[in-house]
């Protein structure tokens, strides 16, 4: 068996105070323990978003009523080139007519 060293990189960021009082918020709605926490965890979000971004996936947010509304993953930075790059997935949709 191979013992894997654990490296960490200790990284500074500098916030605005408005952005450290959403990092400290979310801190507490998530019952997180660290600051750092929050980061790990919201980068991970991220890069989940981004992925599916890039693959061309479709994602719709749920009211507790039970009405949807779109979330356009293009808008992330860069996803829409990366998107135009990947290699192509067959669609189970219909295209969509352009006027």
Known sequence: MK??????????????????????????????????????????????????????????LTSQRGKEGPIDLCLITGAREQRNTAPSRPSLRKPVSQP
């Open 3 to 60: 013992a894997y060293a654990k490296t960490k990189h200790r990284v500074q960021f500098d916030f605005a105070p408005e952005a450290l009082n959403r990092l400290d918020r979310l801190m507490q709605m998530t019952e997180s323990t660290t600051r750092a926490d929050v980061v790990r965890n919201a980068l991970r979000v991220y890069e989940w978003l981004v992925t599916k971004a890039i693959e061309g996936k479709e994602m719709t």
